[in-house]
């Protein structure tokens, strides 16, 4: 059996947020207190979440259910600052569903946002269903910001 620690660990042990972001993002639902934990034990503050819809309220509630599930977990505090930075991470994270597709097609997505001290990173990893296919499309999607959290 692999040891997921080993998967994530970059340059001198640490977890890079963007790939424990993304691991949140793609792990087994099963598996997601267990990864959160991990986390938790390496330092770094994270959470998981979903989101569905079609069109731009696939994206509204992207950010609306990550905003709140990082305020509500305490990853980042509900200061002004912080919002903006957690809205940046999920801009960026939902900048290849700006496509044709996304507009009439009804998706699904489990978002994954973990904090190390000022930074954030917030990832997407879900499937948008094509309408007179029977095929679902993956997508994925990282946003990070380096240096921007204010904290308490």
């Known amino acids: 059996m692999l040891d997921?620690?080993?998967?994530?660990?970059?340059e001198e042990g640490k977890i890079?947020?963007?790939?424990?972001?993304l691991a949140l993002a793609m792990i087994a639902d099963d598996?997601?207190?267990?990864?959160?934990e991990l986390l938790n034990g390496k330092d770094l503050l994270a959470v998981i979440t979903r989101a569905?819809?079609?069109?731009?309220e696939v994206k509204n509630k992207v950010l609306r259910n990550?905003?709140?599930a990082a305020v509500n977990s305490a990853v980042i505090t509900d200061n002004i600052q912080d919002r903006r930075v957690l809205a940046r991470c999920v801009e960026r994270a939902l900048?290849?569903?700006g496509g044709p597709m996304t507009s009439i097609s009804g998706a699904g997505m489990k978002i994954g946002i973990v904090r190390d001290?000022?930074?954030?990173?917030?990832?997407?990893?879900?499937?948008?269903?094509?309408p007179g296919l029977n095929v679902d499309h993956e997508i994925s999607g990282l946003g990070v910001h380096y240096y921007g959290l204010l904290g308490d």
Not at 4 to 10: F, R, V, W, Y
Not at 31 to 36: E, F, H, K, M, T
């Open 66 to 68: 990550s905003l709140a």
């Open 52 to 56: 569905g819809g079609k069109g731009e």
């Open 117 to 130: 001290d000022a930074h954030l990173a917030v990832a997407i990893y879900g499937k948008i269903g094509i």
């Open 31 to 36: 598996s997601d207190d267990a990864l959160v």
């Open 4 to 10: 997921i620690t080993k998967i994530l660990e970059g």
């Open 95 to 97: 900048a290849g569903l």
């Open 16 to 21: 890079p947020i963007g790939k424990a972001a």
